[in-house]
């Protein structure tokens, strides 16, 4: 015989939970983020806390690791949900790579010039697009200004520059869901990430 719940005499229903979180929840947790699972522990995208606890609420996730902080409605209290793990398993298709973007190259190259090592302010393209470069990930590198500058539209050969590494596209379960978003250390058990590494 399953217990009433506590506060509720024998043969009472317990309070009934209502998925839709309160105001005072929603406004708690509007600005914090939840990694989602699969129900194959397979990381599928970040989600807003209060998506994440709306999903809890309605069984179609639990909490695998939460915060210290807690949400309070009317009737419970639940701690803000850090990475949630669906309960069933969905397919999702991925996209071929990670999209290309500013502040994407910048993270890859850790806001530094490839070029004279200094601050990068600027996307350089390696091979000009004048003379037929792409604008893709093995062809867009970070770069200063006055590299950029110097630089302009010719090549490398006729610099005499070299590049340390050859720019590549981002890859990894943390780019192709984060791209360049800075990434929670709690997440990182589950992203298959170092301590020491950052995405």
């Known amino acids: 015989m399953p217990r009433p719940a506590h506060g509720s005499p024998a043969g009472q229903p317990g309070p009934r939970r209502d998925p839709r979180p309160s105001p005072a929840v929603t406004a708690r947790t509007t600005a914090a983020a939840t990694l989602l699972l699969n129900a194959t522990y397979e990381p599928l995208c970040v989600v807003s806390s209060r998506r994440a606890i709306v999903l ?47 502040r994407a190259v910048f993270h890859r190259d850790a806001s530094t010039c490839v070029y004279c090592g200094g601050s990068a302010t600027s996307i350089d393209h390696v091979v000009p697009r004048s003379r037929g470069g792409t604008h893709t990930w093995d062809n867009v590198v970070a770069a200063c200004r006055r590299c950029n500058h110097t630089k302009a539209d010719r090549s490398l050969a006729e610099l005499g520059w070299k590049l340390p590494h050859p720019p590549r596209t981002p890859s990894g379960a943390a780019w192709r869901l984060l791209g360049a978003r800075a990434v929670d250390p709690r997440w990182r058990e589950w992203l298959g990430m170092p301590e020491s590494v950052s995405a």
């Not at 915060?67 to 991925?94: D, F, G, I, N, Q």
């Open 56 to 102: 809890v609420l309605a069984d179609k996730a639990v909490s695998v690791h939460s915060a210290a902080e807690e949400v309070h409605a009317e009737t419970l209290s639940l701690p803000v949900p850090v990475v949630v793990r669906l309960t069933r398993y969905v397919r999702v298709p991925y996209p071929a790579q990670v999209p290309l973007s500013r």
